[in-house]
């Protein structure tokens, strides 16, 4: 008989709803976990997981194509698609897997089916009630189109574009923000043609503009098109293409057009509104710890506003398990929360950008090492750069990266602005040499007055 009371009943089993489930089981609370579809939700299934597994495939083809340069002698004969859906696929089964049983571990008790917020104290499941002295709503995301724009057959978005059986020859990708970037640098490793088309004038547009235009540069090499400040006006099928219409009057034919202009607050039908709780364009607006409206409710991930990343779900569902057991964790800095793309070549950042820094502090140093000074990017044959912002005289505010394989120094940035480290702080930390970690610690000698391997 599964239990139908607990001190917290979570609705969603994503990201932000497990992580909160399993840090409420460590610290000795009853947890009951809805959920209507797989535990580990869009990240695990949908978002991260495969497309970062596309994406190390593409950078096998590349490798495989590009060996010559580094005296390797390989053919690349081509992409067998099967054989990449089977490797993404066992990569999401194994985790999978290994979610499920770290949820028994924890005693969470699992409710399979769709749940309805009845009041706040209560979720509905197939008819049952199950009632907790506190909820989490954490019902994730889905992706969006525009108005007007059907997805259904050549017109697909990123679940679709996740579990294709075959390679486009051309494809449109509407949204040049992170998802529309990734995807356009696997198919284009993949051998296809691509252009992407964005409304707003840059590629990843939420960066800072000199990160954006170095990866333009970059995607304009790997011959990726791409359409900035120009918006998209119409999609017509037929059996052999679909033909996508801007509004400068271009039309670019392709044998796809990949969606992703987004992604919306899946809130609608599940007794949110009717239970009272408070809407914002179908987000749910929290406090900053996480607090709804109505008291002893709480929401997790993607459908609170902000940034929508899996690590913010799990730092919101630890934060809120620890809030409810009485450990009065610190409120998460959204700017504080690392923010990767992992396209090739790759765009991390943290903090703010420079344009956001003049506004919050007014006056600001920057520092822009050029990664063609690091003999490990060299040795990668990989081009790039850091940029910092210091508030004048004060910390580091915004650390900015481009380059391959720089998604990861991004853990040492974000130590560096979530500590408020000043440049001169960073500056006499050691890093190791041959390594990308050494155009951060380059930076950071420069903006404290001592550059190393700078020039002029
Ligand atoms: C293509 C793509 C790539 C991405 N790549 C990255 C990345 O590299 N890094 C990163 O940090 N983030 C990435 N993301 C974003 C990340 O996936 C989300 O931020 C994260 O999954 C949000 O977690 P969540 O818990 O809010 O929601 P979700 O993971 O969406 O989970 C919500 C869960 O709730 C369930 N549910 C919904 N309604 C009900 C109901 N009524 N009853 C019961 N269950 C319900 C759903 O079935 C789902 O399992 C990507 C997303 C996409 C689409």
Request: net charge negative; with cysteine; glycine share 14%.
């Amino acid at each position: 008989m599964t239990d139908t009371s607990a001190d917290l009943v979570i609705l969603g089993g994503g990201s932000g709803g497990y992580a909160c489930a399993f840090r409420a089981a460590e610290l000795g609370l009853s947890v009951i976990l809805v959920e209507k579809d797989k535990l580990g939700g869009t990240c695990l299934h949908r978002g991260c997981i495969p497309t970062k597994a596309l994406l190390h495939a593409a950078e096998v083809a590349d490798s495989a194509r590009e060996a010559d340069q580094f005296g390797v002698k390989t053919a690349f004969e081509g992409i067998d698609i099967d054989g990449v859906n089977k490797y993404k696929d066992g990569i999401i089964a194994g985790l999978y897997k290994g979610l499920q049983g770290l949820a028994k571990a924890h005693k969470v008790t699992m409710v399979e089916g769709a749940g309805t917020l009845v009041d706040a104290k209560t979720v509905e499941v197939n008819g049952t009630r199950y009632t907790g002295k506190n909820l989490v709503l954490a019902t994730g995301s889905y992706s969006k189109t525009l108005p007007g724009l059907e997805l259904g057959g050549r017109v697909i978005a990123s679940e679709q574009a996740l579990n294709l059986d075959h390679i486009p020859n051309k494809v449109v990708v509407l949204g040049g923000g992170v998802i529309g970037v990734e995807f356009a640098s696997v198919w284009r490793s993949f051998g296809a043609e691509v252009t992407v088309v964005e409304a707003l004038p840059h590629l990843v547009p939420n960066e800072d503009e000199f990160i954006s235009k170095r990866l333009e540069r970059a995607f304009r090499k790997r011959g990726i098109k791409f359409k900035t400040g120009v918006k998209f006006t119409g999609a017509t099928q037929t059996d052999s293409g679909v033909s996508v219409s801007l509004e400068n009057g271009e039309t670019h034919d392709a044998d796809l057009l990949l969606v992703a202009v987004g992604r919306g607050p899946n809130t609608a039908g599940h007794g949110f509104e009717a239970a009272g709780v408070q809407m914002e364009r179908g987000f749910v607006p929290t406090d900053e710890r996480l607090r709804t409206n109505l008291p002893g409710v709480y929401a997790v991930g993607d459908i609170v506003p902000g940034l929508q990343l899996a690590h913010r779900g799990f730092q919101q569902g630890i934060f809120i398990a620890e809030d409810i057991a009485g450990l009065n964790p610190q409120p998460i800095d959204e700017s504080g929360i690392p923010r990767v793309t992992y396209c090739h070549p790759e765009v991390a950042s943290v903090g703010l950008s420079e344009a956001a820094a003049k506004e919050q502090y007014g006056s600001v140093e920057t520092f822009t090492y050029d990664l063609a000074g690091n003999g490990k990017s060299q040795i990668l044959k990989t081009q790039g750069a850091v940029k910092l912002v210091r508030a004048t005289d004060g910390p580091v505010v915004g650390l900015h990266l481009v380059g391959d394989r720089v998604g990861e120094l991004i853990g040492e940035a974000q130590l560096i602005y979530n500590w408020e480290a000043l440049p001169e702080d960073v500056a006499p930390l050691v890093h190791a040499h041959p390594s990308q970690t050494e155009a951060l610690g380059e930076a950071h000698l420069a903006l404290a007055g001592k550059p190393l391997h700078v020039h002029g």
